[in-house]
């Protein structure tokens, strides 16, 4: 399957009409870069991506940086569209899931796919990082860390002090590459007997 290279950056409201519209949705979550296992570890953004006749849309939704979060109403919106879509896909399940419930997500996913175990049950021996897997499955140049968002990488690390709209540029892109990365892989996943494919 070709893999379309339109991606378009929404806000969170715009995301959220268009969202609608898709039964698979991709989901990522920045955290503050402490430990997400013993409590110390937060969402402080969730990414969202879809993709509409072939084009990608995505956005970031701050929940915990120090200023410019979405309001409580739009994040309970994008709440609802993570619990009703067919397929939420991740790339590390067991971790951006645990993510997800410090954000007070508490609703059951209909269907999740992790695009880190897809790789790894397709082929144990390649690297499973998002950023190899672009570059060497979906031939494109992996994660782009805008010199905007490299300067205030470089002041606050992963902090809630980190700027909401400049991380958004970098987030984003997580979630349409972990999307691309599904659909890539997906034929192949049903080709190989580990999935029917009946709800492509």
Known sequence: MEVSSVSKLLTPSEFLSKAVLADTMAIDTETN???IRDGRGYAIGISAAVRIDNTYY???FPVAH????VEEETKNLLFQLIATRKRII???????????QTTG???????????????HMLNENVPKGLDWLAKNELR???????????FFFKIY???????????ALYAAEDAVLCLK???????IFVESGFDNGSEV
């Not at 991740?90 to 997800?100: G, P």
């Open 157 to 167: 690390g992963w902090s809630p002090k980190f700027p909401a709209k400049v991380m």
């Open 90 to 100: 991740f790339h590390s399940a067991k971790f951006d899931i645990i993510a997800l």
């Open 58 to 60: 995505s956005a970031y």
């Open 140 to 150: 494109e140049p992996g994660k782009l860390k805008p010199p905007e968002w490299e």
């Open 33 to 35: 870069g402490k430990d």
């Open 181 to 187: 990365l599904f659909f890539h892989l997906y034929p």
């Open 66 to 69: 120090e200023s410019d979060n």
């Open 105 to 119: 997500f508490n609703l059951q996913i209909v269907r999740w796919y992790c695009t880190m175990l897809m790789a």
